[in-house]
């Protein structure tokens, strides 16, 4: 199951998840894995931490960040998928996602690295993701394009064992 953080404005009129330039970026890294983008979107349940498009941010720069109200009114949408799908693998993308679960920590601790967690849904293990969008500097700052590269690794390695036992990755 992979999260992200909320619908941008390219999937408000194509109803396709991560259908836009962080969705090409995302796709791209997830090949990198092992998982092109038609694979992926065939094994992976894609979600997000809220369903609307919360509007351009105020400096023209991307999309508003969802706000606490915003996720709240959301969050029972993204705990019954979780309950119904029971993953367990979940792959959070960007910070709102990671937080949910692993709570708010630095990025370079936890990119990089799988984590155990438990949802509503069950026990899962979480390989988070930067956020793919243009407006985020974090994978151009130094070491943090080999924390990517080490998470694609364990993101391969765990679907690559995935499709060796026929099983869902996600």
Not at 125 to 154: C, F, M, T, Y
């Amino acid at each position: 199951m992979l999260i992200g953080q909320a619908p941008g404005q390219v999937e408000t009129t194509g109803g396709k998840p991560f259908a836009g330039r962080a969705g090409r970026t995302l796709f791209r890294w997830l090949e990198r894995a092992g998982l092109d983008e038609s694979a992926a979107r065939d094994v992976l349940y894609i979600a997000a931490m809220t369903r609307c498009y919360p509007g351009p941010h105020p400096s023209g720069r991307g999309d508003r960040v969802p706000s606490p109200a915003e996720r709240a009114q959301c969050a029972d949408w993204l705990e019954d998928e979780l309950r119904i799908i029971r993953p367990t693998l979940i792959v959070p993308v960007g910070r709102l996602a990671i937080d949910r679960f692993l709570g708010p920590r630095p990025l370079d601790e936890v990119i990089g690295h799988e984590h155990e967690v438990e949802h509503v849904g069950g026990r899962a293990v979480a390989i988070p993701l930067p956020h793919p969008s243009g407006a985020s500097s974090w994978v151009h700052q130094p070491g943090n394009k080999a924390l990517l590269e080490r998470a694609l690794d364990l993101l391969g390695a765990r679907v690559n064992s995935a499709a060796a036992g026929h099983r869902s990755v996600a």
